[in-house]
């Protein structure tokens, strides 16, 4: 369980995937600080991670990343820590369109073909 500080290939994210779920990979963004923390066996364990080195609540959002799909299929917006009817988000997925493309940015600047 680590916070990216630099581009990670698809092939070393699939090796983590192969290390947990076999074809998955729980992250966690901080999309105010544009940080990516991935490869634990909960999001709440990445969320920890974040809140400890700095990160506000409000700013987390779980999902998980499949190395051998593409398109929309690569991120699946769903986590139990994006529960938060206070924020207008009451369900698991990631329900704000603004949110998912925050999201898909870290990403794609941490995770590269």
């Not at 994210?13 to 999309?31: P, S, W």
């Not at 593409?70 to 009817?85: A, V």
Request: proline share 3%; hydrophobic share 40%.
């Amino acid at each position: 369980m680590f916070v990216l500080n630099s581009p990670i290939s698809r092939a070393e994210l699939k090796d983590y995937a192969a290390n947990t779920f076999g074809d998955m990979v729980k992250c966690v963004a901080d999309v105010d600080q544009g940080l990516l923390a991935i490869d634990a066996d909960l999001h709440a364990d990445l969320e920890r991670l974040l809140l400890e080195n700095g990160s506000q609540q409000s700013s987390l959002w779980g999902f998980n990343l499949y190395p051998d799909e593409t398109g929309e299929d690569f991120i699946e917006y769903d986590s139990l820590i994006n529960i938060r009817s206070w924020q207008g988000n009451p369900s698991r997925d990631v329900l704000d369109k603004d949110v998912r493309e925050k999201i898909a940015g870290i990403v794609n600047q941490y995770i590269s073909e």
